[in-house]
Every structure is written in C-alpha cells, then in structure tokens.
C-alpha cells in the first residue's frame, strides 16, 4: 500500500503523536486520532470485531485538500 499524507497543515508536526490523515492507493483514507475507549454504549452493534472508532477534531477533515 502506497499512502501519501494529506493532513491540514494547521495539522502537521515535526515530532511526536499528532492527528493525521493519509490517503491510500486503494481509495481509502488512514486517520490518525484518539481511540474512544467505550464506543459500545454511542455506536451499539455499529462497530465491526475488525474495527475501532477514532475521534479526530472538525478541521482535521474540513482542511483536507487532495489533488
């Protein structure tokens, strides 16, 4: 898999845990955030055994620019 990183600059560190996002070859989109600890009780039934539910501020998305 090839990604290439589309993150917001207002987004983008040097060094550290930092929010992310990362676009795919296979068009899709890699997210780096917090892991939500009980996504059970907000999302019941929603969430497959293969997944896990991430939360990622507002302009992370809305700053995406792609080509």
Do not use: Q, W
Not at 4 to 20: N, Q, R, Y
Not at 21 to 46: H, Q
């Amino acid at each position: 898999m090839k990604i290439k990183d589309v993150t917001p600059l207002a987004f983008s560190c040097i060094e550290g845990a930092c929010h992310g996002v990362y676009e795919t070859d296979r068009g899709t989109y890699l997210i780096i955030g917090n892991k939500v600890n009980s996504p059970d009780n907000l999302l019941s039934g929603r969430i497959g055994l293969d997944e896990t539910v991430i939360e990622v501020p507002f302009d992370l998305i809305r700053g995406i620019k792609t080509e």
